[in-house]
């Protein structure tokens, strides 16, 4: 079966530091994505791990931990524009389908 | 360029009626995915389509509903008898590598 949890709702304070976990539970796994997205609009793409350790890209890294079955997005410097929900998702060995987490809604205040 | 297109935005429609919604992937992408995302849940799989080979339907959740893509590009989903549980966005993806890139959502509401 296919469980992927991370936190329903997360609040932060503009200029701060924010981690998000997810930690997953899947049959099969290709790699771990991040998507970000904003109320009504797509997910965008945010990072993607396949391999352990840590992937920095700017003010927001992702890291990986196979063995555990567990991640984590880390956003520094945070802006108001960042709230938005953050989505964990694993895409599968064949066929790379990608199956999500509840999402994390983050509200970043001033 | 273009990204991944969908129509309509929204549709609303009357239980029981059958609906087709149209997704528009970015071009020279070989594989096209579509996705519902309920109201305050995760988006899950649907159907997964790869250049010329058999659709993955492994996540269609129930026979109403049908997907296909013709000429290795756009793709309609179908969803026959619709029921209020049908309400949700429903998004496409696109991708040629491992990202995929997702179209705006088409918002379905079944009255």
């Known amino acids: 079966g296919q469980n992927i949890d991370q936190p329903t709702e997360m609040t932060a304070t503009e200029g701060a530091i924010v981690q998000i976990n997810c930690t997953y539970q899947t049959s099969g796994f290709n790699g771990l994505f991040w998507y970000q997205q904003h109320a009504g609009e797509a997910p965008t793409f945010l990072s993607y791990?396949?391999?352990?350790g840590l992937e920095e890209k700017g003010r927001f890294s992702s890291f990986l931990s196979r063995s555990k079955g567990y991640s984590y997005l880390l956003l520094k410097e945070l802006q108001m524009k960042d709230s938005a929900s953050y989505l964990c998702?694993?895409?599968?060995?064949?066929?790379?389908?990608?199956?999500f987490g509840g999402g994390t809604r983050l509200m970043v205040k001033p | 360029g273009a990204g991944v297109s969908q129509s309509p935005s929204n549709k609303v429609t009357e239980k029981g009626k059958d609906v087709e919604l149209r997704c528009d992937p970015i071009?020279?992408?070989?594989?096209l995915y579509w996705y519902r995302q309920s109201l305050g849940q995760g988006l899950e799989f649907l159907i997964y389509f790869q250049g010329n080979s058999a659709p993955d339907k492994s996540g269609l959740p129930s026979d109403r509903f049908s997907a296909e893509r013709t000429g290795g590009s756009v793709s309609t989903l179908t969803i026959q008898r619709t029921q209020q549980e049908d309400s949700a966005v429903y998004l496409c993806a696109s991708t040629v590598g491992w990202e995929q890139y997702f179209g705006p959502g088409t918002r379905l509401t079944v009255t």
């Open positions: 791990n396949v391999l352990d």
């Open positions: 071009s020279g992408h070989t594989a």
């Open positions: 998702a694993v895409s599968a060995p064949t066929g790379n389908m990608l199956t």
